[in-house]
């Protein structure tokens, strides 16, 4: 869809810079953006990207979890997590599995392997963490707001 000529015209560059000084959206996918950089080049070491250890740590639980679940979870499309399983499906760090209750059913697992992956994984985690949230003056409430929007 293309705008009228007038329109187009009639639209300032100052609208652009306000848009760029105000967008929550934009802010919060700048501050994503840098904050999974920050993790992905800390999480090297082991292999796994920051979005892999979020998928891995979403699974670390004492039942199998459903795709539904995980997906809601990670804010994501069932297409797009069952994307982000194969790679980690083909390293031997999650498995899928027939639900006892209903064998149409696929139920996901952290391996040994996984598990393993996240007790390594983990202490660069939290490292990073810890020195994301000693720059910020109250990472409750940033959590809190957060939460909020997603809701």
Known sequence: MSL??????????????????????LHAQRAARAMARRFDIALKPTGITSGQFSLLMSLNRPAPASLG????????????LTANLKPLQRRGLL?????????RVRLLRLTSAGRAMLVAALP????????IEA?????????????????
């Open 69 to 80: 679940s995980v997906a809601s979870l990670l804010a994501i499309d069932r297409t797009t």
């Open 135 to 151: 720059h910020l003056p109250d990472p409750d409430r940033l959590r809190a707001d957060l939460d909020l929007l997603a809701a």
């Open 4 to 25: 009228p000529v007038a329109l187009a015209d009639d639209l300032p560059f100052t609208v652009t810079l306000k848009v760029r000084d105000s967008c929550l959206c």
């Open 95 to 103: 498995e899928s599995v027939v639900d006892p209750g209903d064998a």
């Open 124 to 131: 660069i985690w939290e490292a990073t963490h810890a020195a």
